[in-house]
């Protein structure tokens, strides 16, 4: 079944059976696989994008829903949050493996898209879903911070 | 991201229309140059414009070895770090092999240890051959030239690295270049080094195996026993075939399941999934977790091996002459590696062989392997590199498992079509290579005086490497020394010290995983160290330095690394803290572990970190390994286990095999000793000191000695 997608602010057609996860039809379709599969069930958060801005996980969100609604993947990421969070990133050298890192990076940008000084706690809420087994949280509650201090500043 | 250009091609070929410098060794091991990479091996490629990049023989799963190798060919070529790349060496092993073993993988915390002078040597020579041309060029002396981030200087003159290439491609390198000595080090422990992958992976740039798609590439996923050691007797399609993508379906020659063949990875999963099959389970694992523990207790009366320095009988005297004695027996169960990238792995024909995409950690196991299954000569099988989205071990076995799948359903098609092999989170879960269940019982006997008399350590589990092709390396008379290290060969003087070993045999299969053995052996000793102490009133620090010989170099440095994080933590005699450390991988650390306890619900607060890597090549990256090898190790003493029901895996996926969380993670501290030392391993030494640190602060905050993990089995809740 074909569908019409708003993917990174352009509309990009794809034929997949209804019900398909938005994820595999971003990886394996559209190519863009800067967003990971980790798990299938929305338990690790490597597979987040945002919905109209909102951090989603795409292996448990249906192609159908996502049809006449933004979606953002790490490739289309772009703005002053993106760029702070991506930075701190790079300055802290928070990843390991990377292959979480994509979904962490979106949450941490939906996070701070609305709420630039997270506490400890705003933080846990917002990166508790995205797993990383190599264990690179410690970087990654600093790396929020320092963000949130770019965007203040 | 669709692949045209593979990166054999830019090792073998780009030479050709532009001039470049190739730096590396011969077969026989010289330092080698030349303008194209086809009669050496290169280490470093310089290219015209100035640009250079470092050979990585190497995988990069997250450990920093990208940086740590580029780190040592920049440091004694003086290039600029920021025109330095990496990518990954062709399968090899000839030219590229671990220095360590003598075939081409990575693993034993091993990569920089055995590249640090062979890198050092490839950059220094590439070096003096710039060095020597630009003389020739200028016609002044080579020693009135000075090198600094990429730009050559005499006097009035300079010029960047690319405008010497070509001159210096027509020279010969010297046999034994001179290398800096520690004080001339510029990048080698420079604490801020950015990682060389630290851009593409915060931009989705990144290129992991599971990203490769290839024009007319299919994707398989299997459809396994679900009991270890089962095989298929006979399978039905007919649902798998009602669903959309699905292609093909066909038995593994092997008997170890059926591959079904899709469009795409979603439909492979729902059409495997969709499978019928019936298979036969007399040779396989049919036991529950509960029988086969107590299969490794009825081991444990009578050791099938000896690995101790004293036979039983003199441990069993001198325990019996004791005034006190400490017994205890340790439970550990098995536990799944669980990379955040499943495993897959895409094989496509080539002219005369096959080409693997991998994020490949034993390119040498897995052109072992792959010639046996598709009647290849080694060379035959290419094997392109790609980032690794974790492994902890798991990306290495023996038998090279996922690898010979996909060679099994890329033959079973007719070897024409580019194959994707597809492993979803619950294969992973539930696909073995397990670290093992392990027992230790362990009857420690004091003195009066609190002193060690005798000590009679039991250990059961199953070997990892006996019966694998490395069986002759590391097996001696019958001890697996993966199943027995850290214990066997621990560095406490302890007198009367028997060690015996059985050989638990099941069909569930066993790996090394993040540390191998010593992931049980740390928390058995440094746990008993810890009983020790409070049973004789002493200072577990203190009792720890008494055991150490300081005239020995390993044992000094033990007590150097003890004191450390005694020292950071402020631990005084009387601490309710926890304390351990342990040896492994050649280098030390200590860990000093502090926690909240209220009523059964415990949080990890802090961790402090000492280590002795010797030279600490990357600072930072030796201070993420510590962060990331503690993790790792919580994660595991505190909530994770794999269980059988009938022979079954209980666990399927993260919900029920749960994954460290930001809120679990403590904060950490890291200071690394000093050192002018070779440097030695850090991506897994972190971990086994973590477990019995994390046990010994419960023991000091909560009464709770834990002897069986994870600990949520002894009611214990992390918040």
């Not at chain 2, 060679?407 to 070897?415: E, K, P, Y």
């Not at chain 2, 000093?592 to 280590?611: F, P, R, S, Y």
Request: proline share 5%; aromatic share 8%; with cysteine.
């Amino acid at each position: 079944m074909k569908f019409t997608l708003n993917i990174n602010g352009s509309p990009r057609e794809v034929d997949a059976e209804p019900g398909t996860p938005l994820l595999w039809v971003i990886r394996d379709e559209l190519e863009l696989t800067g967003t990971k599969f980790g798990c299938g069930v929305a338990a690790c958060g490597a597979c987040t994008v945002h919905y109209n801005g909102t951090p989603i996980r795409s292996c448990s969100f249906p192609v159908d829903a996502a049809v006449g609604n933004q979606i953002t993947t790490i490739e289309g990421l772009e703005g002053k949050v993106a760029e702070a969070v991506q930075a701190a990133w790079r300055e802290r050298d928070v990843v390991q493996c990377g292959y979480c890192q994509s979904g962490q990076i979106m949450s941490a940008v939906g996070l701070l898209s609305t709420n630039t000084s997270p506490s400890d706690s705003d933080i846990d809420n917002a990166m508790g879903g995205n797993a990383c087994r190599c264990a690179t949280y410690v970087r990654i509650r600093d790396a929020v911070k320092l963000a949130a201090g770019k965007l203040e500043a | 991201m669709t692949m045209q250009v593979s990166r054999r091609g830019f090792l073998k070929t780009s030479a050709a229309a532009v001039a470049a410098l190739y730096v590396g060794f011969d077969p026989r091991g010289a330092l080698a140059a030349g303008d194209t990479a086809t009669e050496i091996n290169p280490f470093v490629r310089i290219d015209a414009d100035g640009t250079v990049t470092a050979v990585a023989k190497h995988f990069e799963m997250g450990q920093g070895t990208t940086t740590g190798l580029t780190t040592l060919i920049a440091e004694e070529l003086d290039a600029d770090w920021n025109r330095i790349e990496v990518d990954f060496a062709p399968a090899d092993a000839a030219r590229y092999k671990n220095l360590a073993w003598g075939s081409q993988g990575t693993g034993g915390s091993s990569a920089i240890s055995n590249s640090f002078m062979q890198y050092r040597e490839a950059g220094a020579a590439a070096r003096d051959l710039l060095v020597r041309a630009a003389a020739a060029e200028w016609g002044v002396d080579a020693a009135a030239i000075t090198v600094s981030e990429g730009v050559l200087r005499a006097a009035n003159r300079e010029g960047h690295f690319g405008q010497f290439v070509a001159r210096a491609a027509t020279l010969a390198p010297v046999e034994k270049p001179v290398l800096k000595s520690p004080d001339q080090f510029k990048l080698i422990g420079k604490l801020d080094l950015p990682r060389k992958d630290s851009a593409g992976k915060t931009d989705g740039s990144a290129v992991f195996a599971i990203d490769v798609k290839l024009p007319g590439m299919v994707y398989v996923a299997i459809k396994r026993s679900p009991r270890f050691g089962g095989s298929l007797k006979s399978f039905d399609a007919a649902q798998a075939k009602q669903v959309g993508g699905y292609l093909d379906a066909k038995a593994l020659p092997n008997g170890a399941g059926v591959a079904v063949y899709a469009h795409n990875t979603w439909s492979a999963f729902r059409a495997r999934d969709a499978i019928e099959a019936e298979w036969d389970f007399s040779a396989a694992e049919n036991r529950d977790t509960d029988a086969m523990l107590q299969a490794h207790r009825e081991l444990a009366k009578a050791p099938q091996f000896n690995a101790g320095k004293t036979t039983p009988a003199d441990a069993e005297a001198a325990i019996a002459a004791a005034a006190e004695t400490v017994e205890a027996e340790f439970v550990f169960p098995y536990l799944a590696h669980a990379p955040m990238e499943p495993l897959n792995c895409v094989i496509e024909p080539t002219a005369n062989g096959v080409r693997f995409h991998d994020g490949c950690q034993g390119p040498s196991f897995v052109q072992g392997a792959i010639s046996k299954v598709l009647g290849l000569e080694p060379a035959q099988i290419e094997i392109v590199t790609v980032y690794a989205g974790g492994s902890f071990g798991r990306r290495a076995t023996p038998t090279s498992d996922y690898q010979v799948e996909a060679a099994l359903a890329f033959d079973l098609l007719g070897r024409k079509t580019p194959v994707k092999l597809v492993w979803s989170r619950e294969d992973d879960i539930r696909g073995g290579y397990y670290r093992g269940m392990a027992l230790h019982q362990t009857r420690i006997g004091l003195g009066g005086d609190g002193r060690i008399l005798g000590w009679d350590h039991r250990i059961v589990t199953r070997p990892i490497l006996k019966g694998t092709f490395m069986e002759g390396y590391f097996v001696k008379n019958g001890v697996d020394k993966t199943s027995v290290e850290g214990v066997a060969d621990t560095l406490y003087r302890l007198p009367a010290h028997a060690v015996g070993l059985s050989d638990f045999d099941s069909p569930v299969t066993t790996l090394w995983w993040r540390s191998v053995g010593h992931t049980h052996s740390a928390y058995v000793m440094e746990s008993l160290l810890d009983m020790l102490a409070r049973s004789s009133d002493r200072d577990p620090v203190e009792l720890r330095l008494s055991l150490l010989d300081r005239g020995d170099p390993q044992q000094s440095r033990m007590a150097g690394v003890i004191e450390t994080a005694r020292d950071m933590a402020g631990w005084k005699p009387g601490d309710r803290r926890g304390f351990a450390a342990h040896f492994s991988f050649n280098t030390w650390v200590a860990v000093v572990a502090e926690v909240t306890a209220q009523g059964n619900k415990v949080h990890v607060d802090k961790l402090h970190i000492a280590v002795d890597c010797g030279i600490a090549v990357n600072p930072d990256v030796v201070v993420a390994q510590m962060e990331g090898g503690a993790g790792y190790a919580l994660n595991a003493v505190m909530r994770e286990e794999i269980t059988f029901r009938n022979g079954e895996v209980e666990q399927s996926n993260f919900p029920d095999y749960q994954p460290l969380r930001i809120t679990d993670m403590p904060q950490i501290e890291v200071v690394i000793v000093p050192s002018a030392e070779a440097p030695s391993g850090v991506g897994e030494p972190a971990t086994p000191p973590t477990g019995p640190a994390v046990a010994n602060a419960v023991f000091a905050a909560t009464g709770i000695r834990i002897t069986e993990l994870p600990m949520t089995k002894a009611g214990l809740q992390f918040v």
